[in-house]
């Protein structure tokens, strides 16, 4: 089934979503205010399905920003997805996972 189907992930990222008060945090970085209509996975979901529900590996975007963020012909990260992963991991590194 695919996992984007599922309830669990529905519940998710409703949860995530309501979590970022349903704005682009790509946006939000730059001042502007725009209605987040995805749930992104920093670290792709095919590279680290363990993550695949964790909270810090979640932002909310609007579409044109998920769009920048990897490509979806090759389904790799653009340089600024990798620069999300990047400050996930630096957060990681000081806030390991329970």
Same mark, same amino acid.
């Given at each position: 089934m695919n996992f984007?189907k599922?309830k669990?992930w529905?519940r998710?990222?409703e949860?995530? !979503?309501?979590?970022?008060?349903?704005?682009?945090q790509?946006?939000?970085?730059?001042?502007?205010?725009?209605?987040?209509?995805m749930?992104h996975?920093i670290?792709?979901?095919?590279?680290?399905?363990?993550y695949?529900l964790m909270g810090?590996n979640?932002?909310s975007?609007?579409n044109?920003?998920?769009?920048?963020?990897?490509?979806?012909?090759?389904d790799e990260l653009?340089?600024?997805?990798?620069?999300?992963v990047e400050?996930?991991?630096?957060? !990681?590194?000081?806030n390991?996972p329970?």
């Open positions: 984007y599922t669990q529905k998710k990222r949860v995530i !979503l309501r979590r970022d008060e349903y704005l682009c790509e946006c939000k970085r730059y001042g502007k205010a725009t209605q987040a209509t749930v996975h670290m792709p979901l095919e590279q680290r399905p363990e695949k810090w979640l932002i975007l609007c044109k920003c998920h769009e920048a963020m990897h490509n979806r012909n090759t653009s340089e600024k997805g990798m620069q999300w400050r996930i991991s630096h957060y !990681l590194e000081n390991p329970s």
